[in-house]
Nanobody, 127 residues
Framework: QGQLAESGGGLVQAGGSLRLSCAASGRTFSNYAMGWFRQAPGKDREFVAAIRWNDRSTYYADSVKGRFTISVDNAKNTMYLQMNSLEPEDTAVYYC????????????????????WGQGTQVTVSS
C-alpha cells in the first residue's frame, strides 16, 4: 500500500480556478484507479471525479462536469484536479483516494471501494 499527499487548496473567489495535486508514493504501481472526493462541514464525503490509471478513463459527478478535469502524470506519480468556474458550493476539504484492485465503472464513485487516502486539502470559495 502506498501513501498519498494532497496539495493546492486555498481561498479563491467565485468564478476562479484552482489545481489540486495528489502525489502518490510507495507501492504506486499497484494502483488501479484514483479519485477525488470532498467533504463540506456537516455533510458526508461525496464523489467528485475518478480516473483509471491504465487507460485514463474518467468519471465525474454531475455537479462538476464541464468545470473540473481529472488527469494523471505517470512519470510524476501524481493525479491532478483542475477546477474552473468555482462556486461557493464547491467549498470543502478535498481528499484523494486510491484503489489497488479492479473497480467497475459503476463503483468508481463509491468511497468504500478505495483502499487508502490522503490527509485532505481545504478549498474555500468566497461569493
Amino acid at each position: 500500500q502506498g501513501q498519498l499527499a494532497e496539495s493546492g487548496g486555498g481561498l479563491v473567489q467565485a468564478g476562479g480556478s484552482l489545481r489540486l495535486s495528489c502525489a502518490a508514493s510507495g507501492r504506486t504501481f499497484s494502483n488501479y484507479a484514483m479519485g477525488w472526493f470532498r467533504q463540506a462541514p456537516g455533510k458526508d464525503r461525496e464523489f467528485v471525479a475518478a480516473i483509471r490509471w491504465n487507460d485514463r478513463s474518467t468519471y465525474y459527478a454531475d455537479s462538476v462536469k464541464g468545470r473540473f478535469t481529472i488527469s494523471v502524470d505517470n512519470a510524476k506519480n501524481t493525479m491532478y484536479l483542475q477546477m474552473n468556474s468555482l462556486e461557493p458550493e464547491d467549498t470543502a476539504v478535498y481528499y484523494c483516494g486510491a484503489r489497488t484492485r479492479y473497480l467497475t465503472a459503476q463503483t468508481m464513485s463509491n468511497m468504500r471501494q478505495y483502499d487508502y487516502w490522503g490527509q485532505g486539502t481545504q478549498v474555500t470559495v468566497s461569493s
